[in-house]
């Protein structure tokens, strides 16, 4: 199956800054997945990511808070711009296995505004 | 309307013991599938096992089967012989087409406690 490393792992930010989070996959992918996970909750999806073309956003989620990019098949990015604290939450990157029906995701990043 | 229903937000088994953990699911699409996750306290997301909605017989992975009844719409997970180390949280998770792409939607999550 694919692997996914996913930086930083975890970081503490002040609010109103913003922080990039890089995931590099070790297989060309088509789609790449962005996910939010709040505290105790279920992950929400942010966005899919697609090579040479614009993000799709899901409802509630827009370009100017969560800019992405997707320069080339094996890599993404995604930033949580202007954070206040209720952007504290696991960030989560995720592709479509190439071997087999199934997702693989990034380990996730932990962020914490203060 | 959720697409995905996981109405048990805690579970408890004894180890050694078999558990079930519900899953239901939405869709109007004949083409789908269906997967259950692991997330253990690191917040890695494990694959346990996926079953597609043309797949005649339940899947099975190790220890873990899926449960299909298709009619009911759902896709419940069993664990054999519970251990420890399955303490964690449950997703069951589903994708089908949306805007020409299979785009996977997870549920809230069952949190299954592993008693000695």
């Known amino acids: 199956s694919a692997v996914i490393s996913q930086k930083p792992s975890r970081d503490i930010c002040q609010r109103g800054t913003s922080l990039t989070i890089q995931c590099q996959v070790d297989?060309?992918?088509?789609?790449m997945f962005w996910y939010r996970q709040q505290p105790g909750q279920s992950l929400t999806l942010i966005a899919t990511?697609?090579?040479?073309?614009?993000?799709?956003?899901e409802s509630g989620f827009v370009i100017d808070k969560f800019p992405i990019s997707r320069p080339n098949l094996t890599f993404s990015t995604l930033t949580v711009s202007n954070m206040s604290p209720e952007d504290s939450s696991i960030y989560l990157c995720s592709v479509e296995d190439p071997d087999r029906y199934g997702y693989t995701f990034g380990s996730g990043t932990r962020l914490t505004v203060v | 309307a959720q697409k995905i229903t996981q109405t048990q937000p805690g579970m408890f088994v004894q180890e050694k013991e078999a558990v079930t953990l519900d899953c239901t699911y939405d869709t109007s699409d004949p083409s789908y599938g269906l997967f259950w996750y692991k997330q253990p306290s690191s917040g890695e997301m494990i694959f346990l096992i996926y079953q597609g909605s043309y797949d005649q017989q339940n899947a099975t992975e190790g220890r873990y089967s899926l449960n299909f009844q298709k009619a009911r719409k759902s896709a419940n997970l069993v664990i054999s012989a519970s251990q420890l180390g399955d303490s964690a949280m449950y997703f069951c998770a589903m994708r089908e087409m949306a805007g020409g792409s299979y785009i996977p939607t997870f549920g809230r999550g069952t949190s299954l406690i592993v008693h000695p």
């Open positions: 297989s060309q992918v088509t789609m």
């Open positions: 990511a697609n090579q040479g073309s614009e993000a799709t956003y």
